[in-house]
């Protein structure tokens, strides 16, 4: 027992330092819809916070979003078939996040791993929950950057992969992204853009996102361009 205690006590000495040294910020924001990869999830306001922990490199994060759908969106993440009977409720999404940086040169490379639950109540359906995990690749060079996401879908055969293209300009985000999606019994795609850009205003910051599908198989092929506005707060904790 007085082994056990000694090592507990170590290692929670341990991470109380880590986090000393960390450093530790947060956001608390607000957007009028909730977009991933070009899809709109949650088509009425979204709010969200965000902590994370840098160190060394490394860093450590948790974000919660909380969003609806009045049953016209196109898509429900991961359940398509809800989507198509117009369902709605409400969607919190968790996600953690571990991830590591490096510089070489004028070479960036990262690499990360996220776990996302995907928490719906819906009028409908009920309650669903989806839970994803992701592995990503990425390389940066000069505001070029080129990221593989490579994804699965939790108690399902379900797994996705993407590969991501982006170019910053100035303040200005542009990517293009290409997503292929394995049900376990075929396979889907879909390419997107999104265009982002932000600036500052009376301490707030302000976001504007552009984003909709280029070509896509069904659910998505009819799915309008999405035009996002954000407003989030950045502390330092």
Same mark, same amino acid.
């Given at each position: ?28 924001? #607000? ?27 490394? !860093? ?27 369902? &709605? ?7 953690? &996040? ?5 510089? #070489? ?24 929950? #989806? ?27 379900? !797994? ?38 932000? &600036? ?31 407003? &989030? ?5």
């Amino acid at each position: 027992m007085k082994f056990f205690s000694k090592l507990l006590t170590t290692v929670a000495l341990l991470a109380t330092s880590l986090v000393a040294f960390a450093e530790v910020s947060g956001q608390l924001g #607000v957007n009028s819809s909730h977009v991933r990869r070009g899809v709109e999830l949650g088509n009425e306001t979204a709010t969200y916070g965000a902590i994370q922990f840098d160190l060394a490199g490394l !860093s450590f994060g948790a974000t919660v979003v909380d969003t609806s759908a009045d049953g016209e969106q196109d898509y429900i993440c991961c359940l398509p078939s809800l989507a198509v009977a117009n369902d &709605s409720g409400d969607l919190t999404e968790t996600t953690y &996040s571990v991830g590591y940086d490096v510089t #070489v040169g004028k070479l960036g490379v990262a690499l990360g791993y996220l776990q996302r639950e995907n928490k719906w109540s819906l009028e409908l359906a009920g309650d669903q929950v #989806v839970d994803t995990a992701e592995f990503s690749a990425s390389i940066d060079l000069q505001g070029i950057a080129l990221t593989y996401i490579d994804g699965t879908v939790k108690g399902d055969p379900s !797994s996705y992969e993407e590969i991501l293209l982006g170019y910053m300009v100035g303040n200005t985000q542009i990517s293009l992204g290409d997503v292929t999606v394995d049900t376990g019994f075929d396979d889907t795609s879909y390419k997107y853009y999104e265009i982002s850009t932000g &600036s500052e205003v009376w301490g707030l910051d302000l976001s504007v996102t552009l984003t909709g599908i280029i070509s896509a198989e069904d659910p998505l092929e009819d799915q309008k361009s999405s035009l996002v506005l954000g407003l &989030s707060k950045s502390l330092s904790l």
